[in-house]
């Protein structure tokens, strides 16, 4: 079984090299809802988002020819949905975003019972209202790092900051997080 990582590579030879649109189809499914999440952390309308997302991945295919020089496949899609994202919010001359807005929920794909819901509530709450807290910079690096599980050499990539700072970025989050689940 191949690996996510290898299964990119995989589609992005076969897109640049064959024009295979069942490739792209299946490069499409897989950062779709992945990418949706991250455009919601810079723009809050999700038809808007869905729109830039479809936009990122078609600007993929329409540069296909120059996926095989691309050494991190995986950092060089969210760049291009980070820049869609941006370039729309130029467009509509918007200069602040405000993050107090945006939540982030790490438990969003977990399987739970009711009565786990119940239980554990207060402290999902509790911890995503930590995390919504945190500085922006802070909480996207916590964000792709955690919950898309990627590395910090990728996501210093698609935030443009040094891996050092990606590191500084996980370690401020993870000691707000813990303060603020312990002050109970």
Do not use: G
Request: aromatic share 10%; glycine share 0%.
């Amino acid at each position: 079984m191949q690996t996510p990582k290898e299964n990119t590579l995989k589609w992005i030879n076969e897109i640049a090299v064959s024009d295979s649109q069942t490739a792209f189809k299946s490069l499409y499914l897989h950062y779709f809802e992945r990418l949706q999440r991250f455009v919601f952390l810079y723009i809050s309308s999700f038809a808007e988002v869905e729109e830039i997302v479809s936009d990122a991945l078609l600007s993929i295919w329409d540069n296909r020819k120059k996926l095989p020089d691309i050494s991190n496949p995986d950092a060089y899609i969210y760049t291009v949905a980070r820049y869609k994202a941006i370039s729309h919010l130029r467009s509509r001359q918007e200069n602040k975003i405000s993050m107090h807005e945006i939540t982030v929920d790490l438990f969003a794909h977990t399987e739970t019972t009711p009565e786990d819901d119940m239980i554990s509530k207060e402290k999902t709450d509790q911890l995503n209202n930590a995390i919504n807290s945190l500085p922006y910079k802070c909480k996207m690096a916590f964000k792709l790092v955690r919950e898309d599980k990627m590395k910090y050499k990728e996501v210093a990539a698609i935030l443009e900051i040094s891996v050092k700072t990606v590191e500084a970025h996980i370690t401020t989050a993870t000691r707000k997080l813990r303060e603020a689940l312990n002050h109970d």
